[in-house]
């Protein structure tokens, strides 16, 4: 129509067959489309393999995470350890930036976030005062769990602490003492009552096996964060 007009009348021409019922179910209008017109049609995501599978609720789409995959497509690989609950996913990125002091440039703090359980943090433990490391996070993180691996833990004590920049303050979020004495991944729940993006680890109770050089440290720690999908064995 050149002008808009308020009501509108449908008629046929040529009648109806005789013999057949008709009827006009629903009947919908339409105007001129003066703006970008939305895309309302379902979307979904990519979900990628070999973890990832395509899931409907009913409303959206989502990808649901199996093999130990995680992320909003699945496209973060599994974690080292492979003993966090799968309400976690790892949280990628996060590497030690600072210690108390290492035995030697082998075994410095770098070495227990490098991804592999060859290497690993040999704290030096005749140091003044307290024996730690430091993790950065690289953004605030809601930090829900972490996970350990031992290099025959020397240590009876693990503090977790929490604070806005790499040197603190720092504040307790998990203290424990139940430390396995073997080469083996510890996952611990932790709870945290704001996101931040440092993270440090204190240890407590030198200990000595087997030889007086084998003191234990940490071969890799993890960091996990609540999943943004979900994840299915």
């Known amino acids: 129509f050149a002008i808009g007009y308020r009501y509108v009348r449908l008629f046929f021409e040529n009648g109806f067959t005789v013999g057949y019922n008709y009827k006009i179910s629903?009947?919908?209008?339409?105007?001129?489309?003066?703006?970008?017109?939305?895309?309302?049609?379902?979307?979904?995501?990519i979900c990628l393999p070999p973890g990832g599978t395509l899931?409907?609720?009913?409303?959206?789409?989502?990808?649901?995470?199996?093999?130990?995959?995680?992320?909003a497509v699945c496209e973060q690989s599994p974690s080292l350890s492979r003993i966090e609950p799968l309400i976690v996913e790892k949280l990628y990125g996060a590497k030690a930036v600072d210690d108390s002091g290492s035995i030697d440039s082998e075994s410095d703090f770098t070495k227990a976030s490098d991804g592999t359980l060859e290497t690993g943090w040999d704290p030096r433990w005749d140091v003044s005062g307290d024996v730690y490391i430091v993790f950065d996070m690289l953004f605030p993180s809601h930090v829900t769990g972490f996970a350990t691996c031992?290099?025959?833990?020397?240590?009876?004590?693990?503090?977790?602490?929490?604070?806005?920049?790499?040197s603190g303050p720092w504040s307790v979020a998990f203290e424990t003492t139940n430390m396995y004495d073997r080469w083996e991944w510890q996952y611990f729940s932790v709870t945290m009552p704001e996101p931040m993006q440092y993270i440090r680890l204190k240890v407590s109770g030198l200990g000595v096996f087997?030889?007086?050089?084998?003191?234990?440290?940490?071969?890799?720690?993890?960091?996990?964060?609540?999943?943004?999908q979900l994840r299915i064995v």
Do not use: M
Not at 57 to 69: I, K, M, P, Q, W
């Open 26 to 45: 629903e009947v919908e209008f339409f105007q001129y489309n003066s703006g970008k017109r939305a895309d309302t049609s379902p979307k979904f995501p």
């Open 55 to 71: 899931t409907y609720d009913g409303t959206r789409f989502t990808c649901t995470c199996g093999f130990g995959y995680s992320g």
């Open 150 to 166: 031992g290099r025959r833990y020397a240590f009876s004590t693990l503090i977790f602490e929490y604070g806005p920049s790499h």
């Open 210 to 228: 087997h030889h007086p050089s084998h003191y234990g440290g940490l071969l890799e720690v993890e960091f996990f964060k609540p999943s943004s």
